[in-house]
C-alpha cells in the first residue's frame, strides 16, 4: 500500500538558521509531488510541485526552495528562515487519474522560527 | 488559473441541528471536487470527492456535498452535527487537464458546534 512519511512532526527553529524537511512516499512510482504550507489560522497555499526527479515549479516567490533528487523524495529547504516561515507544512502526493484517485497528504511539520 | 471560496469563515451550530458550509469554484470546466476536514493540530482528512456522474456525493462521518453546476458550488452537508464534528473544514478544487494536478484549496470554515 501507498504511504507517506514527513519529518520532523515539530521544528523550533531561530532566524536565520537553515531549514529541511524531508518527505517520502512508499508504494507508488513517479508520483506528483506537492508541498504546501498553512499559516496560523490561513487555507492551505500550495509552495512547490513536482512532476518527476529533478523538476521543481514553485508557486510562490518566497525564501524557500525546495528539491527531489529521488522518485519518491521531496526536500524542502532554506537558507536563512525568515518569522514569517512558520507554518505548517504539509506533503502531499496524487495518484489521480481520469475521474479517479485522489491526493494523501502527510501528517505535517509544524515550524515556529523565533 | 482555478479558485475557491468559501464564505463563511465561521459557523456555529448547535449539536443535532443540520449543517450547510458553503464553496464556490472558478474554473471554466468541471473540475474534479473535494472536501477536507483539519481538526486542531492535525493534518487532513479526506470527507468525499467529486468527479463526474452523480451530482449528490457522499462522503465519510454522515456527510454529503452537492455538485451544481450552474452555480458552480459544491456544498457540504449533514442533518445532525455532533461534537466531535468540530473542527476546520476546507473545500478544494482541482483542474484535471494539467500535468500539475495540484489541489487548491478555500480558506476554510471553522465550525463550533455548541452543546
Known amino acids: 500500500s501507498q504511504t507517506i512519511h514527513q519529518w520532523p512532526a515539530t521544528l523550533v527553529q531561530p532566524v536565520g538558521s537553515p531549514l529541511s524537511l524531508e518527505c517520502t512516499v512508499e508504494?507508488?512510482?513517479?508520483?506528483?509531488l506537492y508541498w504546501y504550507r498553512q499559516a496560523a489560522g490561513r487555507g492551505l497555499q500550495l509552495l512547490f510541485y513536482?512532476?518527476?526527479?529533478?523538476?521543481i515549479s514553485s508557486e510562490v516567490p518566497q525564501n524557500l526552495s525546495a528539491s527531489r533528487p529521488q522518485d519518491r523524495q521531496f526536500i524542502l529547504s532554506s537558507k536563512k528562515l525568515l518569522l514569517s516561515d512558520s507554518g505548517f507544512y504539509l506533503c502531499a502526493w496524487t495518484w489521480l487519474a481520469s475521474k479517479s484517485g485522489g491526493y494523501t497528504f502527510g501528517s505535517g511539520t509544524r515550524l515556529t522560527v523565533v | 488559473a482555478q479558485s475557491v471560496t468559501q464564505p463563511d469563515i465561521h459557523i456555529t451550530v448547535s449539536e443535532g441541528a443540520s449543517l450547510e458550509l458553503r464553496c464556490n469554484y472558478s474554473y471554466g470546466a468541471t473540475p474534479y471536487l473535494f472536501w477536507y476536514v483539519q481538526s486542531p493540530g492535525q493534518g487532513l482528512q479526506l470527507l468525499l470527492k467529486?468527479?463526474?456522474?452523480?451530482?449528490l456525493v457522499q462522503g465519510i462521518k454522515g456527510f454529503e456535498a452537492e455538485f451544481k453546476r450552474s452555480q458552480s458550488s459544491f456544498n457540504l452537508r449533514k442533518p445532525s452535527v455532533h461534537w466531535s464534528d468540530a473542527a476546520e473544514y476546507f473545500c478544494?478544487?482541482?483542474?484535471?487537464?494539467?500535468?500539475?494536478?495540484?489541489?487548491?484549496f478555500g480558506s476554510g470554515t471553522r465550525l463550533q458546534v455548541q452543546p
Open positions: 467529486y468527479f463526474s456522474g452523480d451530482t
Open positions: 513536482s512532476v518527476g526527479i529533478g523538476q
Open positions: 508504494g507508488t512510482s513517479n508520483p506528483n
Open positions: 478544494a478544487v482541482v483542474n484535471p487537464d494539467t500535468g500539475r494536478r495540484a489541489l487548491t
